[in-house]
């Protein structure tokens, strides 16, 4: 079946270091990708997407590039905030349409 | 615009009592979705409505239901409440159905079963 898999957190940076947060899926077809970040105490929002191979999806500082070859969508930002402390999950789309996440990333900016 | 309302914000019930939570989404959109989140688990799928209909289920047992409005507010409904439905239930309201289409989550209500 589908699935997501990302790397477990937490993990905890210096403020403007760089991050990169590990997600490689599993799934028939063409699946779209998201990311979406999770502050504390609040609901999900989407930070942002890609729908075929060879996009980049890309906000707030924030990237990802659908690598089709890989089965990889991995996060990268290059100079973090402690604002951007969060929890983050990378969560695919498939043919039936159901949204299946990863277990999620706990990210830790110290300043 | 208003973002996605969810009521109750907290709830403490139980075990072998139910429960119905209920979800407004953004105006305008006509898909909303259901999750669990637990630590353990992660965000699970439960189910999704589109004009009213269930389009997708995830695995979950029958006292897990759900039901759309004409007005596209969902509620939900667990029965026989068990100590392991402690969680954090959140709905997403979309435009329409489908895989590309962007979810936007409200910020939950939090199940607590004693």
């Known amino acids: 079946g589908n699935s997501v898999t990302q790397m477990e957190g937490p993990v905890t940076l210096s403020e403007e270091a760089f991050l990169t947060i590990n997600c490689t899926y599993t799934?028939?077809?063409?699946?779209?990708l998201f990311w979406y970040v999770q502050y504390p105490g609040e609901g999900l929002q989407l930070l942002l997407k890609?729908?075929?191979?060879?996009d980049k999806g890309s906000n707030k500082g924030f990237e990802a590039t659908y690598r089709k070859e890989t089965t990889s969508f991995h996060l990268e930002k290059g100079s973090v905030q402690v604002s951007d402390s969060a929890v983050y999950f990378c969560?695919?789309?498939?043919?039936?349409?159901?949204?299946?996440f990863g277990k999620g990333t706990r990210l830790h900016i110290l300043p | 615009k208003a973002g996605v309302t969810q009521t109750p914000r907290y709830l403490i019930k139980t075990r072998g009592q139910q429960v119905t939570l209920s979800c407004s989404p953004i105006?305008?959109?006509?898909?909303v979705s259901w999750y669990q989140q637990t630590p353990g688990q992660g965000l699970q799928f439960l189910f999704e409505?589109?004009?009213?209909?269930?389009?997708n289920k995830g695995n979950f047992p029958g006292r897990f239901s759900g039901r759309q409005f004409s007005n596209s507010r969902s509620e939900m409904n667990v029965s026989t409440l068990e100590l392991g439905d402690s969680a954090l239930y959140l709905c997403?309201?979309?435009?329409?159905?489908?895989?590309?289409?962007?979810?936007?989550f409200g910020p939950g209500t939090r199940l607590l079963v004693l």
């Open positions: 997403a309201s979309s435009l329409a159905a489908g895989r590309q289409e962007t979810q936007y």
């Open positions: 799934a028939t077809g063409y699946p779209s």
């Open positions: 890609a729908t075929k191979a060879d």
């Open positions: 969560a695919l789309s498939a043919r039936d349409d159901k949204i299946i």
């Open positions: 105006s305008g959109h006509r898909s």
């Open positions: 409505y589109f004009s009213e209909t269930q389009r």
